[in-house]
Nanobody, 123 residues
């Protein structure tokens, strides 16, 4: 019954920005850390960033730190990923996920996953 629904993906030029949203339902949103992952064609799914449920701390992969920002609005059961200064290598399907253990980049700890939204960065 838990659902995570991503939106906001699309086509953007190098150097541009996109804001992804993930709306959650069927869970106590404030009790879950929320993570963003991405998967490029032919590649393994990789950690992008996360925001904790316990203290609001954020965690980022080195490849996106300083360009991407994660935030959450518990009143709206929504987590966001603001992506700035996009690069060609940011092209991927982006997934949000919910983690009851606040485990950061540990992919196996995430209990629920969204369907993904495509982000394509073009030159």
């Amino acid at each position: 019954q838990v659902q995570l629904v991503e939106s906001g993906g699309g086509l953007v030029q190098v150097g541009g920005s996109l804001r992804l949203s993930c709306a959650a339902s069927g869970l106590t949103f404030s009790s879950y850390a929320m993570g963003w992952f991405r998967q490029a064609p032919g590649k393994e799914r990789e950690f992008v960033g996360a925001i904790s449920w316990s203290d609001g701390n954020t965690y980022y992969a080195d490849s996106v730190r300083g360009r991407f920002t994660i935030s959450r609005d518990n009143a709206k059961n929504t987590v966001y990923l603001q992506m700035n200064r996009l690069k060609l290598e940011d092209t991927a399907v982006y997934y949000c996920a919910a983690d009851p253990w606040d485990s950061g980049p540990v992919i196996d700890e995430y209990e629920y996953w969204g369907q993904g939204t495509q982000v394509t960065v073009s030159s």
